[in-house]
C-alpha cells in the first residue's frame, strides 16, 4: 500500500517516514484514531516502507520484489492478528491465520472499514470477537522464527483494544522486549480500552479525523460524483470515510439506525402513561434484540450521537451539526428542543451503560427495554431554562 493512496494525515506520513529513514523506529507503536481516519493502511504502508527499505518518503525505490508482495499482502514478514470468533468455517480456537483470506479481501474492498464490516465479511455480525490467548500464543510462535528476508518482521495488531487480560498479559514481556528488528504496530480506535501495562510500552501516535475537503476530493476522485454532492456527503461523514463510502452507496448502516431510532424515540414520547405505547417499547426492545450485539451496540452508539446533534441544534450550534436525517417525516429542528441541559448527560449514561451490559453478555431485551423506560421519562424532562 503506497503512501500515496492514504487520506490526508500529511504530518503524520512525513514523521513515519523521517523516522524510519534515519533507523530511529520505536520497536512497539500504537496508532489510535476514530472510525475511518485511516490507522490501518497507515500502518500497513508504514510496514511496507521499513520491510522493503523503501524512500524517498513513498514506498518506492526500495526493493521491487518486496514491494510486490505487499499488493497482495503476502509479505512473509508481515504478520496480521485482529478480533475473530468462530463462524461455519472455524469451530473451534479461531485465530488470525485462519481467516487471512477474509482479512485480505477486507483490505482490498474497504481499508477504511469498521469493526461491523469485518464481522459481516466474516458472516459473523450475530457474535462478539476478540484477540484471545490462543492468538497470543500465535504471535508468540510467529515472532520466535527469524526473519524470512533477513531484515525486520512487524507484527500489525488491529483493534488492538480488543485484546482479552489473559492475551494482554502474555504478549507484554514480548511488547517490552521483542527479538532484535522487530516491531509491533497496535492500532486502536479506544485508546483507555487498552491495559494501562501495554500503553505504557508503545509510543503512540494520534490521527485526527480527516477534514471534510480531503474527504470530499477523494469521493470526486474516486466516485467521479458532482463537487456539491461530495462537500455535503462528507459534512455528514463527520471525518469518517468509510462512513462517506457508505453514504454513497446509500449501504449505511445509519440509515437502518435512523428507521429503529424515529420508532423508539415516537414511542417513548407517547409512552408516559399510555399503555399501548409501553406495549409499543417493549416490541420494539424485542425487535432490536434479536439483532446480533455488535448490531445493538452500533445501533447505540448511533443514538447517543444523534442525541448530542439535538442538543447542539438546541442551543444554535448550527456550524457543528452536520447530521441530516434521511426520514422525511422526522426534522431534527422539531425533537433538539426536547434535548438540554436536563437531560443529555443522564441520556449518555444510560446509552453507554447499555453499551457495557450487553457487551458483557447481559440480557439484550432486559436492557434495551429498562433503557426505553428511563427514555421515556427523561424525554419529558423540563429544561432547566424553562423550569
Known sequence: ?????????????????????????????????????????????????????????????????????????????????????TNDKIKRHPVSNHFLEEWRQLIDQQPYGNLFDWYKMLGVDNKQGQIGVDEAQDIVKSLSLKPYEGGYKVMLIWMAEKMNTACANKLLKLIEEPPEKTIFILIAEEEEQLISTIRSRCQVLHFPPLAEVVIADALVKKYEIEQSIANKIAQQSNGNFNKACDLIYQDSEDIQFEKWFIIWVRSAFKAKGNKSAIRDLIGWSEEIAKTGRETQKQFLQFCINYFRQAMLLNYKANELVYLEPKSDSFKLEKFAPFVHDANILEISKELQDAIYHIERNGNSKIILTDLSIKLTRLLHKKSQANA
Open 1 to 85: 500500500m503506497l503512501f500515496s493512496e492514504i487520506l490526508g494525515q500529511n504530518h503524520i506520513k512525513s514523521h513515519l517516514t523521517k523516522s524510519a529513514d534515519s533507523g530511529r523506529i520505536p520497536h512497539a507503536q500504537l496508532f489510535v484514531g476514530p472510525e475511518g481516519s485511516g490507522t490501518l493502511p497507515m500502518a500497513i504502508a508504514y510496514a511496507q516502507y521499513i520491510l522493503c527499505s523503501n524512500t524517498n518518503s513513498e514506498n518506492t525505490e526500495g526493493h521491487q520484489a518486496c514491494n510486490l508482495k505487499f499488493t497482495n499482502l503476502s509479505h512473509p514478514d508481515l504478520h496480521f492478528a485482529f478480533p475473530v470468533t
